[in-house]
Nanobody, 124 residues
Framework: QVQLVESGGQLVQAGGSLRLSCAAS????????VGWFRQAPGEEREFVAA????????YYADSVKGRFTISRDNAKNTVYLQMNSLKPEDTAVYYC?????????????????WGQGTQVTVSS
């Protein structure tokens, strides 16, 4: 069993930056794929980024590529999402999730463990 806790979401102006954290407890992230998803009001939960802990591979949605970076801290068993050049359309609740395996990394249905989410609001 893996428990995930996100933090770091807040109100920020367009063009600003935020760093979200996803801390895991219960088990280490090793051998897991960790993904970030987001859900805006009235919208489906969508893929943002994914990181393969064992292989180090990363992948990003086109909408965030070049602006967001996913990284990890082994000692803290934590994954980060650095978000730069934020836009109002980035406003959403951001969730981290974990699963075993890498195939279909963008599919939310493949992820087993989910955090409670953290709100990011970008004002124009």
């Amino acid at each position: 069993q893996v428990q995930l806790v996100e933090s770091g979401g807040q109100l920020v102006q367009a063009g600003g930056s935020l760093r979200l954290s996803c801390a895991a407890s219960g088990r280490t992230f090793s051998s897991y794929t960790v993904g970030w998803f987001r859900q805006a009001p009235g919208e489906e939960r969508e893929f943002v980024a994914a990181f393969s802990w064992s292989g180090g591979s990363t992948y990003y949605a086109d909408s965030v590529k070049g602006r967001f970076t996913i990284s990890r801290d082994n000692a803290k068993n934590t994954v980060y999402l650095q978000m730069n050049s934020l836009k109002p359309e980035d406003t959403a609740v951001y969730y981290c999730a974990a699963r075993v395996g890498w195939s279909d990394y963008a599919s939310k249905n493949k992820y087993i463990y989910w955090g409670q989410g953290t709100q990011v609001t970008v004002s124009s």
